[in-house]
Each structure stands twice: as structure tokens, then as C-alpha cells.
């Protein structure tokens, strides 16, 4: 038996230094960021991390592709909405600030109620039934008013209950607060589920299922567990939006928050703990402020994720993984060049090509008005041919650019890597 | 009796019109493993083809081109996008047709906008076929079941009579032997995945008029085509014909009747206490619950015979 | 009488209309090394699945220690003392070496679903696996994925896994399978001194492992045992010269 030192762990500084830094984050960005609109799209990404976080737990440790999540985030912000309604009517003495941990509880709840049947199988017959059951409770939610509120959905006011140290939820400021605390305190205990036996097994089970059976582990009972515990957690982050927006509609449940959270996942990087996060804080950005510049937002959003689907299917966290440990090992250098060609040559055709979708959207509604269109301090008269034409050939240009340098990059990559395996031999 | 007899007509017309899109979903899925969610994608952009077809040139001009573009678009997808994800597995190619679906549905957005469309049904088809004591069943409806009927007719012709058929066929169950005995089987995903694509634009083309033609039709057809699928057997195409009859049959006639629970007990003179929960569900009619049906049994046949009623390969 | 660790009693599997077992009948002892051998498609790996309840039997029965196996999950077998390898590498490739043998004890350390407990603070589960990594010659590709190893460092560790466990009843699918001699020959040793006090059943092919550390071995031809007994009767029975180890023609 080896009598190496046991090695203290919890006092090793380096450990605490990435949490102890988000921490500090958190609480100076609002010092930074002081327009409302900032603060806005800073507690839509905190509820988002929470969320995307939740589906991770599913998706990269269990290996679990589910197209309904949303349905346990959604059901959380309606049980944590009606709390708040019960709290302001004086039926109910709970802090707002707690009232998250009734959408968790909720949220689990209801993923032990479909969670069951659910996780009998994995694959593909797991996502059609989590996509069944989405379907299926965005459907009764127009059909249970009581409940749900029909199509205007249950709104509630977050300054109810006592105000605790001149805490009352008023201004933005205070939601953010408590937003970014949920948010620290989820984090840390998604991340410290992960290193638990269920959560290792997990990964195990993801990794290869019939084997997890074979060392004494039901698969069903694993994929279950977990999915309570994500359910919890996506109940979590519903109360948050519920408390930040004040009102919860049958969108909280639909498809398209199931399938934003999935692309938002995935363009983080499913195989990292913090992917999911780099994921929610881009597709915050998309859908909170590229949507109040561009109608194509969505567009350019999915052709985003289709590129990372077929040529970085490990999302940002492995690109960023992969590049620095190429820069720990000093060989950026060599990359970096070629990086710089291919960003300006896809800088170029991506711009070629959103200002032909920009003058396309204009075209069809504001021509009418006013034929110029006012693009980063150009004047496009979407009526004539010459910026047609001209976005047309930078885009082509650009893509022509691109791709050449796009080899270049294979081919630097490949000689960089070839320098670290010989390196490591 | 009336009643019955044209909801029926009408739910096997709509019926048919899901097997075309649930058959090509089938072929793509028992041939190629992938399960496309950008099936529906290509019935929206069949039937907004159309409309831009028949509005400037004419409506059978447009029931030829629009399914001819669709197919060379789904063949160029299959070329340049399934098959540079295919290494990564079927999750990755289920991620990539997801990602599709968005990209199609806002290029629709950008190019038609976000309201619906006016496609019309041709003047020499529009009015009633027949009527049956009064209730008339449109001259469209038939002429839909008829496009449907020689439509499968052809394809079952086609993968039966024919050597490509038959080559098809046995690389629905064992594609890596054919590609064995030298066949390319990387150009029959192409044309399988570009023929699922083709028959889901006709059926856009002739289904986009009778139903609404807006950017939002590709999300509503295409869980119920999955339905269809999963209900049928996923692999099984005699499966999808019965699920997409018995869906298409339930769909219709769900949203025609307003029998509810209540209106049972009341018949045999019980009534519920007002104000529970319970009495709010049982005062639901068939009709207000006819979009949640269809995922019900959905998910009840994923819970007890996941197999669907003639699948042979278990999703 | 103390009961057999496994028994198969008329034990019948059918795949549609073909029959892969036709009656097998067959008692391991305690404590007994035992190889089943024989010709490709014989069923070998067929019958290790029924056993190990990856497959339901069509007919007949399996005990494992005198109470019946035979429709159990693999978990529940697995909980019941019962291990098996497989002969296609079957490991957990984005899990580190450490990490594959640490899930392979948690259950039998008591851990279970646990999600309150930090794997870190569990020290028997880390010393556990720790000797085990030690014992298959892994130590020092201890932090490497399982899904870059080389060919024979993962039968290595899907050795590891299946012993890890501490299981009473092992079952290996042609553990030597690939190997060259001195590997052979490392694994062999390897294998005698784990099943120490524990029962092994094991399929392989190279006849000089099984003849070196096999107590007794059933031929199966065809899905069905045309001789059973110790290494001497097997090598001498005209039958298995026939079916298996050849006959010298006239």
C-alpha cells in the first residue's frame, strides 16, 4: 500500500480561485454594466446558466437527448407564480427569496411523475417521448385554465411579502442579486453532484450502458435519478424567470424554450462542466440583444449551431480546450496567423451575407417608406442593383477567402499536433 | 350517418397525406438511421414553392417543379450536411436536422414573411365532388387522395418491380452487406434522402392550399408525422399506413365532436360538484382535447409496446 | 450438499426458428476452475449470455448458487455475486482507467445511487481500485481515457473491471483473445491468482491456457455438451478429437 501524503484538497487555494472569481464577477458586473438593458440580459443569462446547467445533467453526463425540458422548467415557474400570488394574498408566509426552491421542488415532483416511464429506454425512443410529453402538456395548458392561465398565462407582483433588510424585489438591481446568488449556489451544487457516485455512474451509464448493468447498476433507476435532479434544478431557473418577468405563459413550456436551452447547450460544449454556461451567456446574447438589431437573429443563430454541429460537434469549451493546450504548450504561435486569415476572410463573407439578408428584411417591409438602408454607416438603396451586387461578391469573395484559409488552419493544426505527440513521446 | 361518412373521407384524405410524409420518414430512417426532423421542412417548402409557382405561372406546373426543387434540395443536404456529420453518429445527424429545421423555417421567414400565404386551390378543383344528404365533400379532397394513391402506387411499384427497388430495399435492413456486394450506397442514401424529400414537398404542394400555407405548418405537421411514425413502427411502412389512417381518422374526427366525460355522467344524471379540479377535466370535450390526442397515444405506445404496432427495429 | 455455484438444467435458446442451445445441462462447482471450449458458432459466448442474464432462456433453468437465475436483469445477477468479461472490449472510454475500475466498486462498497457522498472523500473505493490497477499493470496510465489505451491495456482493464468487484463468480470470454505468448502468459498468471477461492467459468480457444488452469471443461458442439470432465478425459475422448481437436486419418 502506497503511504503517499494524503493530500488536503479543500485548502488548496487554486481550487477556489475560479469560483472565488465568478463570485466577485457577479457581484461588480452590475457596478460595470449600469444601463437597465444590461441588467436585463445579465438575469436572463443567470437563469439560462441555471437552466442550461440542468440539461447538461441529462444530455453530456447521462447521455440523454431530451427535446422537452422545458416542461419541467415551465411547471416550476407555474407552482412557483401561484406561490407568489399566495404570498401577496397573505395565504402563504415563505420568502420570495426561497420561493426558487419551490419551483425546484415542484420541478422534481414532476419529474418523478413522467420521469418513471420516461427514462425506461435511452436514444432516440427516450427523445421521442420527452418530445411527446412536451406536446402533450403545452397542449392541456390551454386546456386547464385554472391552472395556467389560458393564453394570457398568470402574472403575479414580486414585491409582495415582507421586505427583509429593505429587500423588497422592486428594482432590477435586487432581482439580479438574487438571480446571480441562485445562480452561484446551482452552480456549485451541479458541479458537486457531478463528482458523486450517482454522478460518475451516470457518465458510465452515458458511456456504455450495457457494461453500467454489469457492474451491479440499473440504467433505469441511474437515468431516473437524474432526471429529477435536472428537473429540479430547470424548476429552479422557471421560478427565477417567473420572479424576474412576473408573469408565466404556456411559451415557458413550448417547444421553442426546449429547443432554445438544447441549442444552447450544445453550442457551449456538452462534454465540459462550464460549456453549458459559455453556451447560455451566447445565446443570452442572441436572443436578448442580436434580436433588437436584427429580425434574422434566429437565422443567424441556427446556421451557428449547424456549423458547430458539423465541424465542432464539442462546442465552444473544446475549441477553447483544444487551443489551450496548444498555448500551454507554446505552440500558439504557429496557429495564430492562420486563425487571423481565416477570421477576416469569414468575418468578410458572414458580412457579405447578413447585409443581404438585412436589405432582403427591409426590402420586404420598410422599402416602402424609405428605399436606403443605414448598415454600419453605409447608405444601401435596397431598390437598385449595385449593394446587391456588391454584398453578393464580398460574399463570395469572402467564402472563396475562407475556405483556403480554413486548409490552412487544418494543415498548421495537423503539424502542431504532430509537435505535441512527439513531444509527449 | 352523413356526418360519419364524409369525416371519414376527410380523415382518410388527410390520412394519406401524412403516409406520404411518414413514408419518406420511414425510408430515411430504416435506411440511413437518421430520424429527420427537417422532414416537415421540406412539406412547408414544397407548398410555399407552389405558391410562388402557381401564383405567377400556374397551379400544375407547380405540382410538378415544386416537388423536383424540394428533392434536389433535400439531395444537396444529404450530400453536403448528413454526410459530413454521419462519422460523429445518428445523434449528431439528429442534431444537424434539428439545426435545419430552424435555418428553413427562417429562410421561409425571410423570404415570404411570417404571415400566412395565400395559396389557393386551382378554380377547375374548387367546390363539392359529391354530396351526401346535404353534407358535400370537395372536389380537393378527392383530387388529394388521388394525387396520394398513385403517388405511394409509383413509389410501391418502384421499390418492388424495379433493380433499384430492390437494392433499396435490402439496404433497409443491411446496409453495410450491399455496400459489401459493391453497390454505392453512399449515392442511394443521396437519392433515397433526396425521393423522402420530393414526396414531402407534393405533399406540401397538394395539402399547403387545403390547409394553411404559413411558416408555422412545418412545426404542427411534423410532431404528428412523428407520431405517425412512432405509433406505426419506426422501419415499418405498412405500419405508417395504418398509424397515419388511424391518426389522420382521429385528428378529424376529435375536433368534430363534443362528447365530454360530463356530458356522459350527465346523460345518466349524475352531476360533479362544481369548482375541483376533476370536474374542470371532465367538463373537457373531445373536441378541446383533440390536440393533445395525438401525443397520448404517443406516449402511451412508447410506454407499453415501444415496438409500435408493426415495428421491427426498436428506436 | 452444498450447492453448485452455476447450474444449467436443459437448458434450451432460440434466436426465431434457429436454435442456438439444444439442452445443456451442466453443474460448476465451488472454488472450480472451469473452460468451456469449442468450435466457432458452438454457442459458447451464447450461453456466457444466458447466464450472465443478458439474454432470457427459451427453456429450462439456471441456478447461480442453488437459486434460479434465469430471467433476472444482468444487474441483479451482478448483485448476486456474479461477474463476466467480455470478448469484444466492453469499457467506459471517456472515464480515465481509474475512474472505469472505481465505478466497477461502488456497488459493492455499499455506495449505490448515492449523490451525497464526494467520490473524492471515499477512500475505500479509491484503495480499492488503486490495488486493482495495480494488480492488471495499469498504474501508470492511470489519469488516461479508457478510449485511447492500446488493444491489450483495455482487455486489461476489462479484466480489472470484472474483478474489480470482488465477485465470487467470475466468467471470462476469451481473456487471451489477441494476445501474443508473453502476454498470454501474463494473463494466465494473472487469472490464477485472482480466481484464488473464487469460481471461474471461462471460454477460450488457446488450448494451452485452457489444458494450464482449467479443473474440468465441457466441449460444446452445435449447442450441445458432448463431454464434460478434467483435462485428461477431455484430451483422451475420441469424441472431442473428432468434433474439435481433429482425429489423424487413416
Known amino acids: ?425 | 350517418m352523413e356526418f360519419f361518412l364524409v369525416t371519414l373521407l376527410n380523415g382518410v384524405s388527410y390520412g394519406l397525406l401524412l403516409f406520404m410524409l411518414s413514408s419518406g420518414l420511414t425510408l430515411i430512417f430504416s435506411m440511413m438511421g437518421v430520424l429527420n426532423f427537417a422532414h416537415a421542412s421540406f412539406y412547408m417548402l414544397g407548398a410555399y414553392f407552389a405558391y410562388s409557382i402557381s401564383t405567377r405561372i400556374g397551379f400544375w406546373q407547380a405540382l410538378v417543379v415544386a416537388p423536383v426543387a424540394v428533392g434536389a434540395i433535400g439531395m444537396l443536404v444529404e450530400r453536403f450536411g448528413l454526410r459530413t456529420v454521419h462519422r460523429y453518429g445518428h445523434v449528431a445527424e439528429l442534431l444537424f436536422t434539428f439545426g435545419l429545421a430552424y435555418i428553413i423555417e427562417e429562410l421561409v421567414h425571410l423570404v415570404w414573411g411570417r404571415l400566412p400565404v395565400d395559396y389557393r386551390i386551382p378554380a377547375q378543383l374548387d367546390g363539392p365532388l359529391f354530396a351526401i344528404y346535404g353534407t358535400s365533400f370537395p372536389i380537393y379532397r378527392g383530387f388529394m387522395m388521388l394525387v396520394s394513391v398513385t403517388m405511394l402506387a409509383a413509389l410501391y411499384l418502384a421499390l418492388t418491380r424495379t433493380r433499384i427497388g430492390l437494392v433499396i430495399r435490402a439496404a433497409l435492413t443491411h446496409p453495410h452487406m450491399v455496400e459489401a456486394l459493391g453497390h454505392d450506397v453512399p449515392r442511394m442514401f443521396m437519392l433515397v434522402f433526396g425521393g423522402g424529400a420530393a414526396l414531402a414537398g407534393l405533399a406540401g404542394v397538394i395539402g399547403g392550399n387545403a390547409f394553411v400555407t404559413e411558416p408555422g405548418m412545418a412545426a404542427l405537421v411534423g410532431v404528428i408525422v412523428f407520431v405517425v411514425v412512432v405509433v406505426g413502427g419506426m422501419g415499418s411502412l405498412a405500419g405508417a399506413f395504418i398509424a397515419s389512417l388511424l391518426i389522420g381518422c382521429l385528428q378529424t374526427f376529435s375536433v368534430a365532436l363534443d362528447w365530454s366525460i360530463a356530458g356522459a355522467l350527465a346523460r345518466l344524471g349524475l352531476q360533479p360538484p362544481p369548482g375541483l379540479l376533476v370536474t374542470e377535466l371532465f367538463g373537457i370535450t373531445v373536441s378541446q382535447a383533440a390536440p393533445v390526442l395525438p401525443y397520448l397515444l404517443m406516449v402511451l405506445v412508447l410506454i407499453l409496446r415501444p415496438r409500435g404496432i408493426m415495428g421491427t427495429r426498436e428506436a | ?250
Open chain 3, 1 to 250: 450438499m452444498n450447492p453448485s455455484a452455476i447450474e444449467l438444467r436443459a437448458v434450451r435458446k432460440r434466436f426465431g426458428d434457429t436454435a442456438v442451445i439444444n439442452g445443456v445441462t451442466l453443474a460448476i462447482a465451488r472454488g472450480e476452475r472451469h473452460a468451456i471450449i469449442g468450435p466457432n458458432g458452438a454457442g459458447k459466448s451464447t450461453l456466457f449470455n444466458l447466464i450472465s442474464g443478458r439474454h432470457p432462456v427459451s427453456e429450462g433453468a439456471i441456478l447461480l448458487n442453488g437459486a434460479p437465475i434465469s430471467g433476472l436483469k444482468p444487474f441483479e445477477i451482478n448483485r448476486r455475486g456474479l461477474a463476466r468479461s467480455f470478448q469484444v472490449t466492453n469499457i467506459f472510454h471517456n472515464l480515465s482507467v481509474f475512474e472505469n475500475i472505481r465505478c466497477a466498486v461502488l456497488w459493492p462498497l455499499g455506495y449505490r445511487y448515492s449523490f451525497w457522498h464526494r467520490l473524492s472523500g471515499l477512500r475505500d473505493a479509491r484503495e480499492r481500485a488503486e490495488a486493482v490497477m495495480e494488480e492488471i499493470g495499469l498504474a501508470r496510465r492511470r489519469d488516461t481515457p479508457a478510449g485511447v489505451l492500446s488493444y491489450a491495456e483495455q482487455r486489461a482493464l476489462e479484466f480489472g473491471i470484472t474483478i474489480a468487484g470482488g465477485a465470487e463468480v467470475i466468467l471470462l470470454d476469451e481473456p487471451t483473445a489477441g494476445m501474443n505468448r508473453s502476454e498470454t502468459a501474463a494473463a494466465t498468471a494473472l487469472i490464477r491468482k485472482v480466481a484464488a477461492g473464487r469460481t471461474l467459468v471461462m471460454v477460450e480457444h488457446d488450448m494451452s491456457v485452457v489444458f494450464d488452469l482449467a479443473d474440468r471443461i465441457t466441449v460444446l458442439v452445435y449447442g450441445a455438451v458432448i463431454a464434460s470432465g478434467p483435462p485428461a478425459a477431455i484430451r483422451a475422448d475420441p469424441r472431442v478429437q473428432e468434433a474439435y481437436l481433429g482425429t489423424a486419418n487413416a
Open chain 1, 1 to 425: 500500500m502506497s503511504t503517499e501524503a494524503r493530500r488536503c484538497e479543500p485548502l488548496n487555494p487554486w481550487r477556489w480561485l475560479p469560483w472565488g472569481g465568478a463570485a466577485a464577477a457577479l457581484a461588480l458586473l452590475p457596478l460595470v454594466f449600469r444601463h437597465g438593458f444590461a441588467l436585463t440580459l445579465l438575469s436572463q443569462m443567470g437563469i439560462m446558466v441555471i437552466f442550461a446547467l440542468s440539461y447538461n445533467m441529462l444530455l453530456g453526463q447521462s447521455g440523454l437527448l431530451s427535446f422537452g425540458h422545458a416542461v419541467y422548467s415551465g411547471l416550476g415557474a407555474y407552482c412557483a407564480v401561484h406561490a407568489l400570488n399566495l404570498i401577496g394574498k397573505g395565504q402563504l408566509a415563505f420568502p420570495v427569496s426561497a420561493l426558487p426552491l419551490v419551483g425546484g421542488v415542484s420541478g422534481a415532483l414532476f419529474g418523478v411523475l413522467f420521469g418513471w416511464v420516461t427514462t425506461k429506454k435511452s436514444g432516440t425512443t427516450f427523445a421521442m417521448i420527452s418530445l411527446g410529453i412536451a406536446e402533450m402538456v403545452a397542449a392541456c395548458s390551454l386546456m386547464l385554465p385554472g391552472f395556467f392561465g389560458g393564453e394570457g398565462g398568470v402574472t403575479a407582483n414580486r414585491t409582495v411579502g415582507r421586505a427583509f433588510l429593505g429587500i423588497s424585489y422592486g428594482p432590477a438591481t435586487q432581482v439580479y442579486y438574487l438571480i446571480a446568488v441562485w445562480t452561484m449556489v446551482a452552480t456549485a451544487a451541479m458541479f458537486a453532484l457531478t463528482r458523486t457516485p450517482l454522478g460518475r455512474i451516470a457518465n458510465a451509464v452515458r458511456d456504455n450502458p450495457e457494461r453500467a448493468e454489469f457492474i451491479g447498476y440499473d440504467t433505469h433507476v441511474v437515468r431516473f435519478l437524474q432526471l429529477v435532479l435536472a428537473a429540479f434544478f430547470a424548476g429552479v431557473s422557471g421560478a427565477l424567470a417567473a420572479i424576474n418577468f412576473e408573469i408565466v405563459s404556456a411559451e415557458a413550456l413550448g417547444a421553442s424554450r426546449s429547443g432554445g436551452v438544447l441549442l444552447a447547450t450544445f453550442i457551449g460544449g456538452t462534454g465540459w462542466f462550464v460549456g453549458p454556461i459559455i453556451g447560455a451567456v451566447v445565446y443570452t446574447f442572441f436572443v436578448g440583444a442580436i434580436s433588437s438589431v436584427t429580425k434574422a437573429w434566429l437565422l443567424y443563430l441556427g446556421l451557428f449551431f449547424i456549423v458547430m454541429v458539423l465541424f465542432a460537434p464539442g462546442g465552444v469549451a473544446s475549441l477553447a480546450a483544444a487551443n489551450l493546450r496548444v498555448a500551454k504548450a507554446g505552440l500558439f504561435g504557429r496557429l495564430a496567423p492562420a486563425y487571423g486569415a481565416a477570421l477576416g476572410a469569414g468575418l468578410a463573407a458572414l458580412g457579405g451575407f447578413a447585409t443581404i439578408v438585412e436589405m432582403i428584411y427591409y426590402h420586404e417591409l420598410e422599402a416602402v417608406n424609405d428605399p436606403v438602408l443605414r448598415l454600419l454607416g453605409l447608405r444601401l438603396d435596397v431598390t437598385t442593383a449595385p449593394p446587391w451586387f456588391g454584398a453578393a461578391v464580398v460574399l463570395a469573395a469572402g467564402g472563396a477567402a475562407f475556405w483556403v484559409a480554413a486548409r490552412r488552419v487544418r494543415v498548421r493544426w495537423n503539424e502542431v499536433h504532430e509537435r505535441l505527440g512527439r513531444g509527449s513521446a
